[in-house]
């Protein structure tokens, strides 16, 4: 299974681990990052959370390698709170969130993420979730579907793509990843087509919608901020701009000072804030850039909980 974790060894340094910490990977995928972690928890536990059968099926068997002590659970992160309820966990030292499409995923044509290969519309991380991406673009109103391009995907062309995506299902329901990338690309300047696929953007703002992407990650981030034990981290790797902005706004709400306050001797404690940043955002190596390419876009942001 060739998947390549993103800011793999940053990632499992930033969670600052020791040998009992009990840590929540947030986006288990394909084991890397949680085989790492494991490795440095010999008497902790990892709880990771997966919404894709395939991936949990293969990680279950790979992370046997580096121990027993982990626990698997199929559910979109946003239900971290319930679900480490259940199984009574109340010690939270790491949360590790790795967010976006694994390689795996990707390269899969039948899971329809790619529009460089023919598959039906769906873009679901869980096969079992009702909405997909087939419904979504034969059946969300020209309105709609200018709303997510736009918000998801900041396409100048939202409104083009739109209506041409309506026209041409009133003649028949576009069913196949090719078919809709070629309407998109049909859908915009030549100069445009030139500089890169204009399906990328399009493509990425179905998938956000059809995953609900951005609201699991609000809920979810929120959570583990709530939940992590002082001394504990949080890390993010984001791979889009939107991402990227919900995780450094959140840990900058959480690690405001007042500018009136700030620099003073002697600041009563209630007045500071409770969580700290870790370092500045973290890129990855050009050694790693030349390996992996998809990781071009990644940034890793860390936060501590310090009371």
Known sequence: ?????????????????????????????FGGHSGGILRKIKKGHLYAFDEDSEAIKY???????FGTNFTIIKSNFRNVKEELSKRNVKKFDGFLFDLGVSSVQLDEAER???YHKDARL????????KLDAYYIVNNYSEEELI??????????????IARNIVKEREKKPIETTLELAEIIKNSVPEKERRKHHPARQIFQAIRIEVNDELGSLKEGLNDALDMVSP?????????????DKIVKNEFKKRTYIDEKIKGLPNIDESLLPNYKLIGKKIKPSKEELEN????????????????
């Open 112 to 114: 329809g993420f790619s």
């Open 122 to 129: 769906d873009m679901r991380m869980d096969k079992d979730a």
């Open 292 to 307: 992996n390419y998809r990781s071009h876009s990644a940034i890793l942001r860390i936060i501590e909980r310090i009371k």
């Open 231 to 243: 001394g504990g981290r949080v890390c993010v790797i984001t791979f889009e701009s939107l991402e």
């Open 147 to 160: 709303r997510i391009f736009r918000d998801y995907g900041d396409s100048k062309y939202a409104k083009s």
């Open 59 to 65: 990680s279950a068997e790979f992370l046997k390698q």
């Open 1 to 29: 299974m060739k998947h390549i974790s993103v800011l793999k060894e940053a990632a499992i340094n930033g969670l600052n681990l020791k040998e009992d910490s009990v840590i929540i990977d947030m986006t288990l995928g």
